[in-house]
């Protein structure tokens, strides 16, 4: 079986178990990026081919350990490298397509996590000011998109999932129908975030809630991509990301009420532990 055919197989089982499509796309990059070294090595890409021996050279090689730009990826990013290969050719184990595993002598590296990074009182002003100053329909919409995730804290996937008739604006209510682990949940608005939601929504009753101009959906790297070019603007630290906002409603709302388990509730965590 060719990598390919492999991987197609691993990402049509990795639906099946109901997993997000951010973790299926991961998986894509990452196999993928193995699936062009081994053709640039001039490697068979039959996976019963392939050793550990393989899978230690490539995660030695510029291809796993940068990025597209050229830069370092991080420990992190590195070992998130090593557990979608180890997925991968587990499956490939499990599923009868190879006699023995030759991930199984990969290990994560011991790093610790570096510190979420929130946006202070400040930065969340300059962030939706500069927002707010732009004219034109993509940044109106970036502003009700940010000012939506920094107010709830909701993750970025679930946001873009909106359709309008999610949101109940006289309830003040927002039900969230994609969440990590395919839940649903209902989130509550602020009145500013209520009347800003109402503006933006204005004549507009069905369909997507963030769409691009032409109207169709917009994705998560097209909403990675706004917010960085919105952070420059605001002169806020490259560090800050969507996820960023999610961190920040956390903080904030733990300073507020020193209650964890308040946190854990608004942030739909399974576990406290994840708080």
Not at 16 to 37: I, N
Request: net charge positive.
């Amino acid at each position: 079986m060719q990598l390919q055919d492999a991987l197609a197989s691993y990402l049509a089982q990795l639906r099946a178990d109901g997993r997000s499509e951010h973790t299926v796309r991961q998986y894509q990059r990452h196999v993928g990026s193995l699936a062009r070294w081994a053709t640039q090595k001039g490697h068979s890409g039959d996976v019963i081919a392939i050793g550990h021996e393989d899978l230690a050279g490539f995660l030695t090689t510029p291809e796993a350990t940068h990025r597209t730009d050229g830069k370092a990826k991080t420990a992190g990013s590195m070992n998130a490298l090593r557990s979608s290969l180890k997925g991968f050719f587990g499956y490939l184990h499990k599923a009868g397509h190879l006699t023995n595993d030759p991930s199984r002598l990969i290990r994560r590296a011991i790093c610790g996590d570096a510190p979420p990074q929130h946006l202070k009182g400040t930065e969340q002003e300059r962030l939706l000011n500069t927002l707010a100053k732009t004219e034109g329909f993509e940044a109106m919409r970036d502003h009700a998109l940010f000012h939506l995730m920094l107010a709830t804290g909701i993750r970025l996937g679930a946001a873009l999932a909106l359709d309008v008739g999610d949101i109940d604006l006289d309830a003040g209510e927002v039900l969230l129908r994609k969440t990590k682990g395919n839940g649903s949940r209902t989130v509550f608005l602020s009145k500013s975030l209520e009347n800003h939601l109402r503006i933006f929504l204005a004549g507009k009753y069905d369909g997507s809630v963030f769409t691009t101009t032409t109207g169709t959906r917009i994705c998560h790297r097209q909403a990675q991509r706004r917010f960085a070019q919105w952070r420059d603007l605001a002169g806020l630290s490259k560090r800050l990301h969507p996820h960023s906002l999610r961190h920040t409603f956390a903080t904030d709302l733990y300073r507020r009420t020193e209650d964890v388990l308040l946190v854990k509730e608004a942030l739909g965590h399974r576990s406290v532990a994840s708080t």
